[in-house]
Every structure is written in C-alpha cells, then in structure tokens.
C-alpha cells in the first residue's frame, strides 16, 4: 500500500493548483499526469523513489482538485504553470517525470524559462510538428469523445465496472484504474459522483494540441532526458522518436516492448526501472541552463 500523502493547495498563477506529497528523503521528484488524469495515478510508483527524492504529484489546471478555469487550456499555459509552481515552492534541481500532456508540459516550462528541472523523463509526449492549426480543432476524433463523456455516475464501483473491460483501461494493471475511478471523480449531495475533470475542459486541451509545436518545445529543454515511448504507440512512432531525440540537446530513448500510449499503467515495473536508472546514472547528473 502506498503511504497517504498531504494534500496542499496553492496559488499560481491567479490559480490554486492542489498537489499531493508523498514525502521521502532527498532532492523533489515531481511527476505530472496526462490529459484528463490526475495526481493520484502516481501513487503506485512511490514506494520505489521516497528513499531517494522527496515525491510530489500536481493535479495541473482543469483536473484534479485544482482550479478549473473555462478557458487557458493552450499547452503552453501548463508550462507556464508548472514554471510558476516551482517557483513559489522554491524548488531547486527537481526532477520531473510527465505522461503524454504532463511530458509535453516540462518541455513548456523550459520554453517558460524555468531553470529549476535538473533531470527530465518524458514518457508518451504529445508532439506536433507545427503549429498546424490557427484556431482549436474540436472536430477531432479525442477533443468529440470528450464531450460526450458521461460526467456523473452513480458510484465509483459503477465506473469501474464500466470502464474496466473498454480500451483503454482494460490494458492498465488494475490499481491504476481504481486511483484513476476512486481520485477522479466527487462526490455529490445526492450520492452520485461526478468527473473531477469535465468533458469540456479535456475537450479544450485536445482541441488546442495542434496550436503547439511540441518538437520546438523540446528544443528549449537543456537537461538530461529520458525518452520513453510504447512499441505500439499511436502517436509517437520510431519516426518521431528519432526526431525528438534530434530536438533534444541531451536526450536518450527506450522503447518498451507490448506497450503502448498507456505504457506507465501498462509496464509500469519496466517504467519505474528505467526511471531509477536514469535517475541513478553519472552521466545524466545534469545542471539546468
């Protein structure tokens, strides 16, 4: 079982983003969630980290038990948060560890102009290579199944039993998708529960993926990175793999055999390994610039 954390609130950005610490002894350890998750989703990867790093987890803007603005959802706003809550924490040296939106808000924060992430893993990042679009695109397959996501449910065993058997929680190991059911939603007055990210705020950050050219992001991020992609992932394919590690100044790439988008809850012993490795290796001691 994971040790309960604190829950904190805090304000950045004229928003309160609420983030879980895990505690553990060492530098920060901050990991960042994608589109439509949350904090929670990390717990089963602390046990093997709070030895070496202080463990963090941030519900990003418009999910969790953060704020939820109806408008600010350009990925470059997430970076220009995670920037900021690092410096109102005055965290120093930090390594941060981000899935699918949350890799690609690291790489944001550097274009931001942070110099407090020391060390980065980048796990499924979201890249464009663009802009490609002018406007948001909410005719897309991601930002459409989003808004016609059912946002209240009668219980959390409900959603679970639900969602269980469909893609692409049916490939997770299954206590991701009970932090995911049992952290994502609230509870209401009347006994039922309610997403804790609605579908028109994920449908946002879909929509404005294709105004961000996330290759030109990465350019900007001067740390030691650890590349981490599925075999079988959808978007980022050994042809975009290879040309993000050209954009990267310092970057290194695994690919993870029978896995795909969802690599971190689906081989999450393989991710936690690669982590630890990089983390413990000499040469990716990096300084930020």
């Known amino acids: 079982m994971t040790e309960r954390p604190t829950s904190h609130r805090v304000r950045v950005r004229d928003l309160t983003l609420r983030y879980l610490d895990f505690g553990g002894d060492g530098p920060p350890l901050l990991f960042l969630h994608a589109t439509g998750f949350h904090a929670w989703v990390w717990a089963p990867y602390v046990g093997r980290f709070r030895a070496t790093h202080r463990v963090l987890a941030l519900d990003q803007r418009g999910h969790g038990e953060s704020d939820k603005p109806p408008t600010g959802y350009r990925w470059e706003e997430f970076g220009a948060d995670l920037a900021a809550f690092l410096d109102v924490l005055a965290l120093e040296r930090v390594d941060a560890v981000g899935h699918s939106k949350g890799a690609t808000a690291i790489a944001a924060a550097a274009a931001a102009g942070t110099t407090r992430v020391a060390r980065a893993v980048l796990i499924e990042p979201v890249l464009f290579a663009g802009p490609i679009a002018s406007a948001p695109?909410?005719?897309?397959?991601l930002a459409a199944g989003a808004m016609r996501r059912r946002e209240v449910?009668?219980?959390?065993?409900?959603?679970?039993?639900?969602?269980?058997?469909?893609?692409?929680?049916?490939?997770?190991?299954?206590?991701?998708?009970?932090?995911?059911?049992?952290?994502?939603?609230?509870?209401?007055?009347?006994?039922?529960?309610?997403?804790?990210?609605?579908?028109?705020?994920?449908?946002?950050?879909?929509?404005?993926?294709?105004?961000?050219?996330?290759?030109?992001?990465?350019?900007?991020?001067?740390?030691p990175v650890l590349l981490i992609r599925g075999a079988q992932s959808p978007g980022l394919g050994e042809r975009e793999a290879a040309e993000a590690l050209r954009r990267l100044p310092d970057g290194r790439l695994l690919t993870i055999p029978q896995a795909g988008h969802f690599v971190p809850m689906e081989r999450p012993d393989a991710v936690v390994t690669a982590i630890a490795d990089f983390l413990a290796d000499p040469a990716a001691r990096g300084r930020s610039t």
């Open 137 to 141: 695109i909410f005719e897309n397959p």
């Open 153 to 223: 449910w009668p219980s959390r065993s409900v959603i679970f039993d639900s969602l269980r058997p469909r893609m692409p929680f049916e490939t997770w190991q299954e206590e991701f998708v009970r932090y995911y059911v049992d952290h994502g939603v609230a509870d209401r007055p009347d006994g039922h529960v309610a997403l804790l990210c609605p579908g028109a705020i994920e449908a946002q950050v879909y929509a404005n993926a294709p105004l961000t050219d996330g290759f030109a992001l990465l350019e900007r991020l001067h740390v």
